[in-house]
């Protein structure tokens, strides 16, 4: 048995192009990888089976849509498995549909474990190409820490980054689609006359101050540089989350911003200590389902040796 750990992602820019031919946006997305994480299981088996455990688990997919069933039969067709055996069970921490790329992180670790499971060795190039095809984070979610997405987010560039951030998450009730929210994004702009397309949209690129913040590990200088162009677009669809943006705010955060396609809220706090003390008052205020302190960056989807068995 394999049990591989997964980070969820916050983006602590979120720069969004133009709409593409190919339906998608070019972005410049930094990345980073917070402990709040998930752990996929993957035992031998009969076919590609899948269980789900985890107080949302019940809006968990678990038939061939779910990214980890679809991550273990790519890496099989990949390398000519006619009839691959795993079960994989995923323990879920991260919010469902929530903009933390929980389902690409399932994805990843998938990857992880069956490469593992079933004695491949897969070099990491191929699993990073493999990742891209199953979706745009899951390339991220393999690779951990702190990084710049081109292209539609999978062209990764690891960034330099000093010491640890302490952040809070403020979980909503039910989830957004991410292709809603991007279509939302294209709408608001045609809607204020600049255009949609990737010809009207200038392509974004990273923030210097953001990756000037990450690299002297400056918590308030990230802070103030946190940006998503996506969560006007995601406050437009759900316009409770300016509730939960503000009362993170007075209860101290010292950045706030929603998470990707939202509608997870992200909060930046000065420390372990504020970050504990955030969290329990975001619970408390009546804007938001739960809140999770955690801190970041971490590595990306890692076979915990412990508890591995073959
Ligand atoms: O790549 P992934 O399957 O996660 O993308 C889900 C959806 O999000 C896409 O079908 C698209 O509608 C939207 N998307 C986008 N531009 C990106 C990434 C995702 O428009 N760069």
């Not at 996929?40 to 061939?64: F, I, K, R, W």
């Not at 004695?119 to 990742?131: I, K, S």
């Not at 330099?160 to 998450?169: A, D, E, K, L, S």
Request: proline residues 6%; aromatic residues 4%.
């Amino acid at each position: 048995m394999i049990k591989v750990r997964v980070p969820a992602k916050v983006n602590v820019q979120l720069g969004v192009g133009g709409l593409r031919a190919d339906g998608f946006h070019d972005l410049a997305n930094v990345f980073f990888a917070v402990a709040l994480g998930d752990e996929v299981t993957a035992a031998p088996g009969e076919g590609v089976t899948l269980t789900c455990s985890g107080p949302d688990a019940a809006q968990v997919p678990l038939d061939d849509t779910n990214l980890a069933a679809r991550a273990a039969r790519l890496l099989a067709a990949h390398h000519g498995l006619a009839d691959p055996g795993v079960h994989l069970h995923i323990a879920k921490a991260i919010p469902v549909a929530g903009g933390m790329a929980g389902g690409s992180a399932d994805g990843a670790a998938a990857l992880v474990a069956c490469d593992a499971l079933w004695g491949l060795d897969t070099p990491f190039e191929n699993l990073l190409d493999l990742a891209a095809e199953l979706g745009s984070d899951v390339p991220f979610a393999l690779l951990g820490g702190v990084a710049l997405g081109r292209g539609r987010g999978e062209i990764l560039e690891a960034l330099p980054v000093t010491g640890t951030f302490h952040w809070v998450f403020a979980v909503a009730d039910g989830g957004l689609s991410t292709p809603a929210v991007f279509r939302e994004c294209d709408r608001l702009r045609e809607e204020a006359g600049t255009g949609s397309g990737d010809t009207d949209v200038p392509t974004p690129d990273a923030a210097p101050a953001l990756l000037a913040a990450l690299a002297t590990g400056d918590p308030a200088a990230l802070a103030a540089a946190l940006t998503n162009d996506l969560q006007s677009a995601a406050l437009s669809l759900r316009p409770s989350l300016a509730a939960t943006l503000a009362a993170g705010t007075e209860a101290g955060a010292i950045g706030a911003l929603v998470s990707g396609s939202g509608p997870t809220c992200a909060f930046l706090a000065k420390d372990a200590e504020a970050a504990e003390a955030l969290a329990t008052a975001l619970a408390a205020s009546g804007t938001c389902r739960t809140a999770h302190a955690t801190y970041g960056p971490v590595p990306g989807a890692a076979i915990h040796p412990r508890a591995t068995e073959s």
